[in-house]
């Protein structure tokens, strides 16, 4: 989904499969271009729609919610294909004058990303804590510890993750912190993407063996392939609270949206 200056920008296409758009020419000279990522190949219509408005000289802003291709932000063998630098490449190439990203997954992006800004998700997850004062927090990895645990004062635990290296498979989840609150306490999960909540669900299992109570969820980013997964089905499991920037046409009553890009 593409919007421009927050009108949904209609890309139709020629029977050959090209590409067909028109936009009306804008007034302000304030272009403000938000892309809620579903695929790839959008990158295509947002390089025509930003070429177009540089020919009015346009201030051009994209704000890309979800970046896409921060999953592959390293190589580790030479047959990897290092996506993240070379789509960074591609968006620095369009030159724009700002990009806007929301907690994003990898901190590479932005040593790759020339004028870029990240919004961090502090604003969503005290509005959950200050709803649930009992909470405690939980991070599934050492990653997401660094990322948010000197955001708030609240009392954590964290995951460490066993891998098999020769199978890349987490094998088991330990949890490390203040393990020993944990018994009778509701619980927030916080963590930037989940996709098939592989590791998220180890986390919960974890913390319903040391003995916590009610299990929520902040993710910044829900990939709807949690429903084909069984994380939704924990029986303890009572919210996951998301934003709109890939968890889009599809319901769940456990899943509810935070925020709202538009």
């Known amino acids: 989904m593409i919007k421009l200056n927050n009108k949904l920008i209609d890309f139709k296409s020629y029977n050959d499969g090209t590409t067909r758009v028109s936009i009306p020419v804008p007034q302000s000279r304030q272009a403000i271009i938000t892309w809620l990522f579903d ?30 291709n921060s999953r592959q932000d390293k190589v580790k063998t030479e047959e990897d294909v290092f996506t993240l630098k070379y789509f960074c490449n591609l968006l620095n190439s369009l030159n724009v004058d700002a990009i806007e990203t929301f907690d994003v997954h990898s901190s590479v992006s932005p040593a790759l990303l020339n004028n870029l800004i990240v919004k961090s998700p502090r604003a969503l997850i005290e509005k959950i804590l200050n709803e649930n004062k009992n909470l405690l927090l939980a991070y599934c990895d050492e990653g997401g510890f660094k990322r948010y645990y000197n955001i708030f004062n609240v009392p954590y635990v964290f995951g460490c993750k066993i891998r098999n290296y020769e199978t890349q498979k987490i094998e088991y989840l330990q949890i490390l912190g203040n393990k020993h609150l944990l018994a009778g306490r509701d619980v927030l999960i916080v963590d930037d993407i989940i996709s098939r909540g592989s590791t998220t669900r180890m986390m919960y299992t974890q913390l319903k063996e040391n003995g916590a109570k009610n299990i929520y969820i902040y993710a910044s980013h829900v990939e709807p392939t949690i429903l ?28 509810e949206i935070i925020e709202e890009f538009t």
């Open 39 to 68: 695929k790839n190949e959008e990158i295509l219509s947002i390089f025509y729609l930003i070429s177009h408005l540089k020919t009015y000289k346009c201030y051009i802003k994209l704000i890309v919610p979800y970046l896409p």
């Open 228 to 255: 084909e997964y069984g994380l939704l089905d924990a029986p303890d499991l009572k919210k996951i609270y998301t934003t709109n920037s890939i968890w889009r046409n599809v319901e769940h009553p456990k899943v």
